[in-house]
């Protein structure tokens, strides 16, 4: 695949990978997921600056929200699994506007302050060390730079309910993320406040979503009224936050303005996730670093 780029091998922190997955086909397209979808695409529209340079979309998947960045002269699509990238390759056909680069969040293979905005959507909830993938995307903005986080947030109305009833044992009150499930993980409010201030981003805007991811809910009202009272309630949000999905829009504050990186040149964009070099050498089919020799 030209504009494709492959780099990992041996990663820790465990990483949940969606190689070989039918997840859009079995989860987004026919798992009733349409209310979740649409409720996505309209705060994506609310956060994203109207335009931009170059667009990392981390944890990409099939390319579901990727047509969701109009404004946007490139876009890197990133995402642990080949299989998936190949599925949004399909989907959005083959252009220079579209990258799309399989590797591991902890280890970015981009050189530093390359994008003037990231997103990073239902992925941090497989994220087993959260602050250390935070921090790799802080590394490949510029200054100014838009972060865009959806979290999974365990402080949600169900769970404070089941909490108080005494079905669940863990406690939705405490900062430290809960692993409801194998590599699924639920993050408290607070805690990815504290992750991203410490890595130096300022919160300029918090949505809740899925208000009424309810399955009785969700069977008996049609999508399109959900869709709107979600819309509705989403900006509640700056207030307090009890959805089971969240949405933040956080920018880089006081990062010094980093060389800029000629546009066209896409082997400028990669550094070795190994040991930090760039240039790369393009191979076929692969990128080669002249330092350490990594593939
Ligand atoms: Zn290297």
């Given amino acids: 695949m030209p504009g494709s780029f492959f780099m990992h091998k041996q990663t820790t922190p465990p990483i949940c990978n969606y190689e070989d997955s039918d997840y859009q086909t079995s989860f987004w397209d026919q798992g009733g997921r349409e ?23 981390l944890g990409a998947g099939a390319g ?19 299989t998936q990238l190949e599925q949004a390759q399909g989907r959005l056909g083959k252009s220079d506007k579209y990258i799309y680069v399989a590797a591991d969040i902890y280890r ?27 921090e790799q995307v802080r590394n490949v903005l510029g200054s100014s ?25 863990w406690n939705p009150f405490t900062l430290e993320p809960v692993e409801f499930v194998k590599l699924n993980f639920d993050f408290h409010p607070r805690a990815i406040r504290n992750w991203l201030k410490e890595l130096g981003f300022e919160i300029e805007r918090t949505l809740t979503l899925s208000h009424f991811r309810v399955g009785f809910l969700k069977r008996i009202v049609p999508t399109s009224i959900l869709v709107f009272l979600d819309s509705f309630f989403q900006s509640t949000g700056a207030l307090w936050q009890l959805s089971p999905s969240i949405f933040v829009k956080a920018k880089i504050v006081g990062r010094d303005a980093i060389s800029l990186i000629e546009p ?5 964009y990669f550094k070795c996730p190994e040991c930090g070099h760039s240039p790369l050498i393009e191979k076929n089919g692969y990128l080669e670093c002249s330092s350490c020799r990594k593939r």
């Fill in 264 to 268: 066209n040149d896409i082997l400028s």
């Fill in 108 to 134: 970015l293979p981009f050189v530093n302050g390359l994008f003037d905005v990231a997103t990073m959507i239902r992925t941090l909830h497989h994220m087993a060390d959260a602050p250390k993938a935070l």
């Fill in 145 to 169: 730079g838009i972060f865009i986080l959806e979290f999974a947030n365990k402080l949600n109305l169900k769970a404070i309910l089941r909490f108080l009833l005494g079905r669940q044992k």
């Fill in 35 to 57: 209310y979740e979808d649409r409720t996505e695409a309209i705060a994506l529209k609310r956060l994203l600056p109207k335009k931009g340079r170059l667009v990392l979309e």
């Fill in 64 to 82: 579901r929200n990727t047509s969701r960045y109009p404004g946007f002269e490139r876009i890197v699509l990133l995402d642990y699994s080949r």
